[in-house]
């Protein structure tokens, strides 16, 4: 089992920047594979930035060159950098680990203005 804990969304104007954590605990020698996905209203939840299983980072489209992922290297806090906010980056941003089962967090709500 693994737990995850996010935290650090707000409300920012366009152009903004935040920084959002996941705390993660458990079986944390068995993640896989770490990243962030959001959900804004009335959409299916999307991919945004990922690490994968051999340590390699990946990105959506809409968020490449704006967005960093990290983590430290027990795994134990996962971070998502945003820079340079949009109102469409306006979501609930969910942390999710796997490895070997597939673990959500609670989210955290980002609201960017215009």
């Known amino acids: 089992q693994v737990q995850l804990v996010e935290s650090g969304g707000g409300l920012v104007q366009a152009g903004g920047s935040l920084r959002l954590s996941c705390a993660v605990s458990?079986?944390?020698?068995?993640?896989?594979?770490m990243g962030w996905y959001r959900q804004a209203p009335g959409k299916q939840r999307e991919w945004v930035a990922s690490?994968?299983?051999?340590?390699?980072?990946h990105y959506a489209d809409s968020v490449k060159g704006r967005f960093t992922i990290s983590r430290d290297n027990a795994k134990t806090m996962l971070y998502l950098q945003m820079n340079s906010l949009k109102p469409e980056d306006t979501a609930v941003y969910y942390c999710?680990?796997?490895?070997?089962?597939?673990?959500w967090g609670q989210g955290t709500q980002v609201t960017v203005s215009s």
């Open positions: 999710n680990v796997v490895g070997p089962g597939n673990y």
């Open positions: 458990g079986s944390i020698i068995s993640i896989n594979v």
């Open positions: 690490f994968g299983s051999a340590g390699s980072t």
